[in-house]
Every structure is written in structure tokens, then in C-alpha cells.
């Protein structure tokens, strides 16, 4: 479709204000001016399916975190460097919730961003290990960050990743056998920690994004990390598991995608949807892997923590419980793959479904025997949805794999109509 006049404008406006480094979503950019559950609205009153949104995931303009921030703001903002009851509360909620070691006796430090949260995840695994090294997936992203840019081999090959940095492949399940996945992707570590070993720079963490967001959305299977656990905690490594992609309830089965493989991570970092928007992150660690850092050190964050933030994770943990989030997300994501599962019968060019909850992937090829991956495909349709007014992305190193991921109170009758469309998007190809 052709840009409007106006679109035009904005594009070149922003692209004269905001420089050469932004990028948009979609051929034909959407001006977005208003949202609600999982609509959102332009400035002309056409309404749009959001499949995309994962840092709204109570939806969009949630009314309880709107009310929250909004008495809180209007009340009282400041940092951690009072006494404040609010943020012992909400880490008493949230550190119930991950049960193993961090849950038992751990803390939680607050940050604005994931980035921030991985920085700061890294930089205590350093210190409690004395090691350096740390192993990521091949096409993993954990930050924005000088640092955590450093270990986003997802950034391209002009972002330099550390010397002290080594990837292993991420567990394609569609094209390696299931039942050696686990060692597979374990014994891939292993030989990494050696690399490091003999660099002289050693294991100081693995970091790993349960779902391998930007590797192309890997779920399956629950028992992948287990191995790769053993090997780590084995070499004295810290394994930081980034949920900020995963967590919250985004994987349906459990509020923690690390959960879902039953592991014991030192420390968990997480972000994106803790306030519904609100910039509020974490880090949730295991005391003793904190302990030298807070002796030898000091940590203050000005935003961090602060108490408008807290009230918005408050708000959107109490919502997630309230609401059966967790189970909406388990439920109406088996809907949603069972019904893309079925497309697939239909058109050639879906190569695999996968995912967990309502975190789902769709591989598409060009050939199907030889699994060819097909950008061109995973384009034309979310560009093509994008006109019908649905809004995914696409995700991998090919980009060829649909990444749909929807507020979590995503509905079964907005997975009718999504199937609908992308159905009819199909048959335009
Ligand atoms: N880790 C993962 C897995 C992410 O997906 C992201 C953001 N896409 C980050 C970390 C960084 O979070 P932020 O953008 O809040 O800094």
C-alpha cells in the first residue's frame, strides 16, 4: 500500500529529530495515538489487534495501574535511599514467586531497564567469581548497554561483542532431534567454558533467555536446561536466567520461563512487562552470589525502585494473580497454536509452530523438506497483517520466523480473529 501524505511527513520529521539509529515497524508505519486491552487506535479512530505487545501485557491503559501510578505519583515519588514499606512488599510478593535458592533467601535490586538489569546481573557474577568470561546464544539479545551490547551478538556483526564474550547455537528444535537437545546444547557450553579457560578469562556466567527470543523462539523441550545448569554451576559460573522476555506469566504454564525447564539459576534478571510500561526492572539473586559485591561495593539507581515504579509492578503483580493471567496465557496460547497448527495444512509455507503460553513462534520455508528458511514470506505477511490491521513481527537470524506475542489478556475471540486474518494473509501469498 502506498504511504499517505501525512505519514510521509512524520517519517522524515522523526528521522530529522530522533537521527539515522531508530528503525520503524512495517512498511506502512502506524501512527499509533491510543490503547486499551488489546486494541490500539490511530489518530483517525481505526482500530488495530495488538499480537505484538509484551510490555503491556495486563493490556493497554490497564484502569489498576493507571489508578496506581496516578495516587502514587500525585502522592509521593522518590528514590531508595528512605524507608519505604511499598518496595519491602512488593519484594516479599515477588521473591515468593521463584521458589530455589533466590526465592529462599534472596534479594531483589531494582533498575529501570532490562539492560540495566543485565549490566548489574553481570557485573555481580564477575565479582563473585573473579572470572570474566560469559557465554550467550548465537543470536542473543540482553541489552543496550556498552556492556550488555557487548554480549547482543543479535546487534550484527558491526556491534563489537567482548573478547571475553562466546556464543553457542541456539536449540533449533525444528531441526535437531529432540531427544539430544539438551546435551546437545550442554556439551556446546562446555566446550566454550574450556575456550575460556584457556584465554585465561573463565566462566563468570551464562545467560540465557528461556524462549531464545531473538535466536527465533525455542520452547520446547521443558527439560533443555538441565543439563547445561550442571555444567555451569560445575565450572563455578553463575547462570543468570533473562526473563525479560519470559517472565511474568508470558509462557503460560509458569510465572518464570526458567521454571518450565525445573532450574535453580543464582540470578534472575527481568524488565519489559513488570509495569505494564512503567519503566521498572530487576534483579533477583541468590545471597551468597551477592554477598562480596554488597560489602565490597555500593548500589544506587536514582529512577530505580522508586516509588511510582513500585506501585506499577505492585499493581500489574496483584493483576497478573487477580485476573488468572498466568492460565489465560496457558489457555488461549494452546488455542492460538492449535489453530496456526492447522493453517499449516493449508499452506506449504509454514514450516513449524512453536512456543509455550502466549509466546509463539511461526518458522516459515520455502521448502519444507529441506526447511529453507523464507524472510520474503515472514515479511509479506506481517506487512500484510499490518494493512489488516494486526500487528506482529518477525524474529531470527533468517527473520523468518512470526513472532506473535500479545497483551496476556488476549482473548479466544481475538484469537478467532487473528487466525482470520493471518488466514486470509496466507492466501495472498
Ligand atoms: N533481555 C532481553 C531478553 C530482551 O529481550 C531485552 C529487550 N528486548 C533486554 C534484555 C533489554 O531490555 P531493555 O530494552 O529494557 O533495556
Redesign the pocket.
Known sequence: SQLSEESRALISKRARLLGPAYRLFYKNPVEVSRGKGVLLYDKHGNEYLDAYNNVVSVGHAHPRVVEAVTEQMSTLCTHTRYLQEGILKYSEDLLGTFGGRVGAAGHTMFTC??????DLALRIAKHYTGKQGIIVTSE?????SEL?AGFSPSLGDSSPLGTWVRRVGAPDSYRIPKENLGRWFADQVAAQIHDLERHGNGLAAFIV?SMF??DGVYAHPVDLLKPVAEVVRKAGGVFIA?E??SGFGRTGDKLWGYQRHGIDPDIV?M??PMGNGFPV?AVAVAPEVVESFGRDMRYFNTFGGNTVAIAAAQAVLNIIRDEGLVENSQKVGKLLRDGLQGLASKFNQIGDVRGSGLYVGVELVSDRAAKTPDAAAAAAVVNGLRERRVLISATGFHANTLKIRPPLVFSAANVDRFLTEIEAVFKTL
Open positions: 531497564t532490562g539492560s540495566e538489569a543485565n542473543a539479545y540482553h541489552g543496550n550488555t533467555d527470543s531473538s533473562d525479560v522476555q534478571t524488565g519489559k526492572a
